[in-house]
């Protein structure tokens, strides 16, 4: 039974209820066969459906209107490691977005939920397995306000 979700949280983290949840098979089938972008297609179709919200440019941490992604993606990448793990639930997230399976409920809380995407789940999934595979551009605020919260060093 998971009690801690909502009581154990530090910083803008917290975990989120599907943390232990497996992959199902019939959805691993789907993840080995998606499509590997290229870096174009990859950074297109996050600059036309991410950055105008997630914007890598953002000038400092109070100006922007959602989390880096380079963050998010970090989070994802602490909390399931495993790529099949991270393309599941970060492709849910982003087709149905929900307060109970984010993995960090500060930015919930401050920004409100974020609204689903228009792109068809094939899609995302594309997205979200470019976006375990290649790194992604960080606002230049970013790492150290990522030092500063983590104590650890950015990259
Ligand atoms: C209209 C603004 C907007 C757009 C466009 C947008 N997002 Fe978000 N996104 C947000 C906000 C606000 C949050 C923080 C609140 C939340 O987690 O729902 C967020 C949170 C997230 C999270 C973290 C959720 C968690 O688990 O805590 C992911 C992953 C994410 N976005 C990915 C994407 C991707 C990929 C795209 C492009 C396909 C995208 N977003 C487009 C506003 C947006």
Known sequence: MVLTAGIISYGCNSKPDNLNQKVVPSEVALIEHTAALSEAEGMQLLETHCFACHSPKSVSHDEMLAPPLAGIKHRY????????????????????????????????????????????????????AFIYDNSLPAPKWFPKHFEEKHGEKWN
């Open 77 to 128: 990448k602490t909390l399931y490691p495993d790529r099949n793990t991270f393309i599941s639930r970060m492709t849910a997230y982003i087709s149905k977005p929900s307060e109970e399976n984010a993995v960090m409920r500060g930015p919930v809380r401050r920004f409100g939920l974020m609204p689903p995407t228009t792109l068809e789940e094939e899609k995302i999934r594309e997205l979200t």
